[in-house]
């Protein structure tokens, strides 16, 4: 069996390349980024595709959409993760469009493309402060707190005014050095999102790849987002937290998904992010049980620890053979 591995253009698709070679998996890099990139994928006659969308900046990420999309669902030919949780990556829009019609308990999340709407919207509102988050922008890039005085100005800033000048809203990068930069090259305009604000007493980070399941806590960093922080308490998690991160997960039929939701203090659970593919870098694993490194797996409606280090790699190791397994299951019919 051969595997398409869909380059990237920041070489992410890289941990693809590790995975697959770590688990002997014979593989092609597919230069999906080139224009000639329709005759690649046809002629390289690999069995499917790994993908690794791009988060850097929406033309990136609507690029890997529109061929993603054509790839699987004109082509007919297999990828992974699938289209429906590619789609969902890195845009906050198309997250909360699917949270609320699926129901999936989330922070009430109101998105506006009519400046008039949107003015009228903070006018009335009446529980600030609001969250304001640009559509893309991982590690809490461009997530702020802010009153009705400064969500007018950011409607401003994002609506084209006299139909001819637009500022735009500009996310302003955080390097190591402490240092941050403006992304000039990824403005938002003429739609915004604003959301209500959680009591957060904590958040959780899930994730299910194939029949592994882990969760930890993500802690509050100095910015007062837990996204990013780069701290995590990996204490034992309850199995409350382990039924709703499945129960998401299985509403959406999802196979490779990062499902980092809120507690309250109250015990209720919030969604706020979904994304098929996660930074990894705090640890080399994703959950302790009595302090142990493991993985949880469901079994006769239950769930069954088992200890052990499974998530080399970034977890791109699970992930290739996730996907062999599902490629296997369809060569058997």
Same mark, same amino acid.
């Given at each position: 069996?051969?595997?398409?591995? +869909?380059?990237?253009? *920041?070489?992410?698709?890289e941990?693809?390349?590790?995975?697959?070679?770590?688990?002997?998996?014979?593989?092609?890099?597919?230069?999906? !980024?080139?224009?000639?990139?329709?005759?690649?994928? &046809?002629?390289?006659?690999? *069995?499917?595709f790994?993908?690794?969308?791009?988060?850097?900046? *929406?033309?990136?990420?609507?690029?890997? *959409?529109?061929?993603?999309?054509?790839?699987n669902?004109?082509?007919?030919?297999p990828?992974?993760?699938?289209?429906?949780?590619?789609? +969902?990556?890195?845009?906050?829009?198309?997250?909360?469009? /699917?949270l609320?019609?699926?129901?999936i @308990?989330?922070?009430?999340?109101?998105?506006f493309?009519?400046?008039?709407?949107?003015?009228?919207?903070?006018?009335?509102?009446?529980?600030? $402060?609001?969250?304001?988050? @640009?559509?893309?922008?991982?590690?809490? !890039?461009?997530?702020?707190?802010?009153?009705?005085? &400064?969500?007018?100005?950011?409607?401003?800033?994002?609506?084209?005014k /006299?139909?001819?000048?637009? +500022?735009?809203?500009? &996310?302003?990068?955080?390097t190591?050095?402490?240092?941050?930069?403006?992304?000039?090259?990824?403005?938002?305009?003429?739609?915004?999102?604003?959301?209500?604000?959680?009591?957060?007493?904590?958040e /959780?980070?899930?994730i299910?790849?194939?029949?592994?399941?882990?969760?930890?806590? &993500?802690l509050?960093?100095?910015?007062?987002?837990?996204?990013?922080?780069?701290?995590?308490?990996?204490?034992? $998690? @309850? !199995?409350?937290?382990?039924?709703?991160i499945?129960y998401?997960?299985?509403?959406?039929?999802?196979?490779?998904m990062?499902?980092?939701?809120?507690?309250?203090?109250?015990?209720?659970?919030?969604?706020?992010?979904?994304?098929?593919?996660?930074?990894?870098?705090?640890?080399?694993y994703?959950?302790?049980?009595n302090?142990? $490194?493991?993985?949880?797996?469901?079994?006769?409606?239950?769930?069954?620890?088992?200890?052990?280090?499974?998530?080399?790699?970034?977890?791109?190791?699970?992930?290739?053979?996730?996907?062999?397994?599902?490629?296997?299951?369809?060569?058997?019919?």
């Amino acid at each position: 069996m051969k595997l398409g591995i +869909l380059k990237e253009f *920041d070489n992410r698709h890289e941990d693809y390349i590790k995975a697959c070679e770590a688990l002997n998996v014979d593989y092609e890099v597919i230069d999906i !980024i080139n224009s000639n990139w329709v005759k690649h994928v &046809k002629n390289c006659q690999c *069995d499917g595709f790994l993908v690794r969308p791009s988060s850097a900046n *929406d033309v990136r990420n609507r690029m890997y *959409d529109e061929r993603v999309y054509y790839i699987n669902k004109v082509m007919g030919l297999p990828i992974y993760p699938s289209y429906d949780e590619v789609y +969902l990556y890195e845009n906050k829009r198309n997250m909360a469009y /699917w949270l609320e019609i699926n129901e999936i @308990p989330s922070p009430k999340t109101w998105v506006f493309y009519n400046k008039k709407e949107a003015v009228d919207f903070v006018n009335s509102y009446d529980n600030y $402060p609001l969250v304001f988050k @640009p559509n893309i922008g991982s590690a809490g !890039i461009g997530v702020r707190f802010i009153n009705s005085k &400064k969500a007018i100005n950011l409607i401003n800033k994002t609506f084209t005014k /006299w139909k001819f000048f637009n +500022l735009g809203f500009t &996310k302003w990068y955080k390097t190591k050095y402490k240092i941050s930069y403006p992304q000039m090259d990824d403005k938002q305009f003429n739609n915004i999102l604003f959301q209500e604000r959680v009591n957060v007493k904590y958040e /959780w980070r899930g994730i299910k790849i194939g029949n592994s399941y882990f969760a930890h806590k &993500k802690l509050e960093g100095k910015s007062g987002l837990h996204s990013g922080s780069g701290e995590a308490n990996y204490d034992t $998690p @309850p !199995i409350e937290v382990m039924n709703f991160i499945k129960y998401v997960c299985d509403v959406g039929g999802f196979s490779s998904m990062n499902v980092d939701f809120f507690e309250d203090y109250e015990g209720e659970f919030h969604v706020n992010e979904l994304q098929t593919t996660f930074g990894s870098k705090i640890k080399p694993y994703e959950m302790c049980v009595n302090n142990k $490194p493991g993985r949880y797996i469901y079994v006769n409606n239950n769930w069954v620890f088992e200890e052990g280090m499974f998530n080399q790699n970034k977890s791109f190791n699970l992930r290739v053979k996730d996907f062999l397994v599902q490629l296997s299951q369809v060569d058997k019919f």
